[in-house]
Each structure stands twice: as C-alpha cells, then as structure tokens.
C-alpha cells in the first residue's frame, strides 16, 4: 500500500496551495469571460502547468530524469486530471445546484491527495526508488498482453535475420542474451535452422522452463550467467536481444550492449531491440500503470540517439527503424561488427 512520505508532503501542501490559487484565479477570470467549464479548465490548467511541472519536479518530488520523458508522463496526468476535474464539476453544478467556484474547489481537494499519489509514484519516480522488474513472476505468469507485440516483433526478427545474416542462415551460430524461456527460440528454430542456438540468462526460473521446452535438442545450449561478466566459449554469428538493455542502470548499458559484440566474430551481425520515449509509449503505459497492468518496474525507455551513438561506435549500423504497432514502441537496429576485434 502506498504511502505520503511526510518530507515530500511537506513541500507538496504549500506549493500545490500556491499553485492551486494561481489555477483557481486564472479559472474565474476565464469563466467570465467564456462562460464555459471546459474552456475555462483548459486556460488555468494552460497558466498553471509550466510553473507547476518545473516547481514540483526539483522541489516536491527531488527528481532529475530527462525531462523529454517526464514532461510527457506529466502532460498525460494533467490531461486525465483536467477531464476527472471537468466532469465532477459538471455533477455537482448540475446535480446540486453548486456554484462553478464552489464545485472547482470540492473537486480539486477530494483529486488533491490522488494527484500527489500518481505524480509520486508514476510521473517523478527516481530511478533509487524504481524496483527491479519480479522476472520469477514473469516467467511463472507471462505478461498476457506481450503476446500481440511479439508476432510482430518476432516478424521483424525472422526478416532481418534472414536478410542481414553473414552466412546461410541453416549454418549459423547465434545467441540470445537475456533470453530465458525465450518467446523467439521456436520460431527461429522452425524458420532459421540454425547450427547451434545459445541463451544466457541470470534467472534460473526461466532458464529450467526453457531447458523443459528444448529437450533432446543437441543445438541448443544455456548458460547460467550474468550478461555482463558471460564469456561466450566462442566467437558466434549472430547475438540479439529484445528487451533487455533497458532494465540495466545508465552506467551499465554501454556494458551490456558491448557484451552483445564480444560475443560474435568480427563480422558478425548484432541485433536488439529498446523501447522508445514516443507519444504512444508514454501513453500506453501511463494507462498500464495507472491500472495496475505494468510489471517491468525497473524498464526505462532509452535515448535513440544515444544508444545509436553507442552502436556505430561498434561497427557499422545495416537498418534500424521504430516498431509502431506494438504501442509501447521499440526501436530495432541490425549492426554488423567491425571487421577486426577491437581485442586482438
């Protein structure tokens, strides 16, 4: 059960009293002048926002998250609660005859400690407070929801291996990071054949159901093991992943998606996918949070320009582009190694 820290709860009442004062003048001025509850919403909320967003981001809630993503989760929470605001004021006025100021100021007490709450825990979370994402509970009980996303992403996979791959596909050799009881293994099996198919994985829950899936296949082989200290017994062909750089820390992501390339050959394809800070992202699990559907508590969505930056630095970038359909929107990006080991 969540509850009102007293430090930020201290720093909230009188900022959101000010705030809420600007708001409530702004409002009764307009109303004057439109005559309109909806209108008149639209020109405060306007007013308010700005000096709201920057207040209450550094001295309410303490967070420093780049704002492209947190404006955005903000908007979203300004626009549900403008429209909750506009419809319990309309009951009010039209139910009990209450006047448009009085009705305003009911409804934005009873929404005061709920918008704390959402803004708390679902807009300036910091990345101290973010959870690592339960993966014993997402292997026991899959995300439902997932299964939509991975057909298509599994498309795209399929394709890009097929087109990118540096040799006949049946001969290659390829690994899955972070690929316990991988959604992928079947239908790349079925339509790759490929030689010798690796998975490693620090989580032993989704590792044993995907050692059950594969048994009595000779080209399949798991590994037990952090991502970020494995050391492949070879050089492969092909290393991919999908969702999984965006659950490691900033200072590890470079790590992680450096393991990627020391797990092929020079020459070797890279291929992985992370989520992008789109409009449709942030709406999309906005609504997951709020009612309770999201489980990756530790996934944030990455920089395009930093995590390409990032890969060109490895070898040359063959395709990338963003997948739409899938709502929570994922960049995907097929990298060929340089043609040397940076090791050697």
């Not at 989760?73 to 300004?78: E, F, R, T």
């Not at 559907?293 to 320009?305: A, G, H, N, Q």
Request: aromatic share 12%; charged share 20%; proline share 3%.
């Amino acid at each position: 059960m969540m509850r009102l820290p007293v430090f930020n709860l201290a720093r909230a009442v009188p900022a959101s009293l000010v705030l809420a004062l600007i708001d409530l003048v702004v409002f009764i001025l307009a109303y004057r002048s439109f005559k309109e509850v909806s209108l008149s919403l639209v020109a405060s909320r306007a007013c308010s926002m700005s000096i709201n967003y920057v207040f209450i981001k550094k001295a309410v809630y303490f967070s420093g998250r780049k704002n492209y993503w947190v404006f955005g989760k903000y908007l979203l929470s300004v626009i549900f609660f403008s429209l909750v605001s506009y419809a319990g004021m309309v009951l009010l006025m039209e139910q009990l005859a209450v006047s448009v100021v009085a009705a305003k100021l009911m409804v934005e007490t009873v929404l005061f400690t709920l918008t704390f709450l959402v803004q708390r825990d679902l807009v300036f979370v910091t990345d101290g407070a973010r959870q690592k994402t339960d993966w014993d509970r997402y292997y026991q009980k899959p995300y439902q929801a997932a299964r939509f996303s991975r057909r298509i992403t599994q498309k795209h996979i399929l394709g890009k291996i097929r087109k990118y791959a540096p040799k006949d596909p049946s001969g290659l050799a390829i690994i899955e990071l972070g690929g316990a009881n991988s959604c992928f293994i079947d239908s790349i099996l079925k339509a790759i054949r490929p030689r010798e198919y690796h998975v490693v994985d620090n989580n032993a829950v989704g590792l044993l159901k995907l050692k059950e899936r594969t048994a009595g296949l000779s080209n399949v082989f798991l590994y037990h093991q952090d991502v970020l200290t494995f050391q492949a017994p070879k050089k492969l062909d092909l290393a991919f992943s999908t969702g999984l750089i965006e659950h490691f820390s900033a200072k590890d992501v470079e790590r992680v998606v450096k393991a990627h390339f020391s797990a092929v050959k020079p020459g070797g394809v890279v291929l992985l996918t992370f989520p992008r800070a789109t409009w449709l992202y942030q709406l999309t699990r906005f609504w997951a949070v709020l009612f309770r559907l999201w489980i990756f508590t530790d996934e944030k969505p990455l920089d395009k320009e930093e995590i390409l930056s990032l890969l060109s630095e490895q070898g040359e970038i063959l395709y990338a582009t963003t997948i739409w359909p899938i709502f929570l929107t994922q960049m995907l990006v097929v990298i060929r190694k340089t043609a040397y080991d940076a090791e050697v």
